[in-house]
T-cell receptor
Framework: AQTVTQSQPEMSVQEAETVTLSCTYD???????LFWYKQPPSRQMILVIR??????QNATENRFSVNFQKAAKSFSLKISDSQLGDTAMYFC??????????????FGTGTRLKVLA | GAVVSQHPSRVICKSGTSVKIECRSL??????MFWYRQFPKQSLMLMAT?????????EQGVEKDKFLINHASLTLSTLTVTSAHPEDSSFYIC????????????FGSGTQLSVL
């Protein structure tokens, strides 16, 4: 069974600074996807970034980038130039891919990020 | 991006009543939708997978007779909490699978259920 672990329950960062959120996962699958979702106080889940396991290149989306280490089963999220609007709960998620994939997401326990003015 | 609408956003009901929550994909067809439950300051727990035109697949420990799921069309799935009790109070979130160029899930805005 797959598991997703986020070892940092809470973090804080000064506005305009950079912060890295950690995520590790365990799987025997070779074809899978990893995601970071953001859940602000509104509780709407928002996709931040997506990584296909077969791609060696790390995904980037504007100020958000990942460090995907497949052998180490690590998938950290770096937020550059942090903004007050980045304050949210961040969830790392795993999804098994391929034709046999059911597209069930397995979520980590989340990291609560607070950006300080 | 794709939009998933979830209704109602908040509902308060008396113990013993049933509550229906709707999840609609507004601008795409979703053959598969998912229902999650989230307790305060906790992660999302998958309750069931809803497939259009077939029975839902429930996760272990989720009572299928308590949480009725219907996915009658490609854009609508409903979750009915039957004979709700205070322990059913929670935040319920639906998501729909987008099968565009990059497969991903889009989430509804959630429903806060409070059972008195």
């Amino acid at each position: 069974a797959q598991t997703v672990t986020q070892s940092q329950p809470e973090m804080s960062v000064q506005e305009a600074e950079t912060v890295t959120l950690s995520c590790t996962y365990d799987t025997s699958e070779s074809n899978y996807y990893l995601f970071w979702y953001k859940q602000p106080p509104s509780r709407q889940m928002i996709l931040v970034i997506r990584q296909e396991a077969y791609k060696q290149q790390n995904a980037t989306e504007n100020r958000f980038s990942v460090n995907f280490q497949k052998a180490a089963k690590s998938f950290s999220l770096k937020i550059s130039d942090s903004q007050l609007g980045d304050t949210a709960m961040y969830f790392c998620a795993f999804m098994k891919g391929g034709l046999s994939g059911t597209y069930k997401y397995i979520f980590g326990t989340g990291t609560r990020l607070k950006v300080l003015a | 991006g794709a939009v998933v609408s979830q209704h109602p956003s908040r509902v308060i009901c008396k113990s013993g009543t049933s509550v229906k929550i709707e999840c609609r994909s507004l601008d795409f067809q979703a053959t598969t939708m998912f229902w999650y439950r989230q307790f305060p300051k906790q992660s999302l727990m998958l309750m069931a997978t809803s497939n259009e035109g077939s029975k839902a697949t429930y996760e272990q420990g989720v009572e299928k007779d308590k949480f009725l799921i219907n996915h009658a069309s490609l854009t609508l799935s409903t979750l009915t909490v039957t004979s709700a009790h205070p322990e059913d109070s929670s935040f319920y979130i639906c998501s729909a699978k987008w099968t565009g160029s990059n497969e991903k899930l889009f989430f509804g805005s959630g429903t806060q259920l409070s059972v008195l």
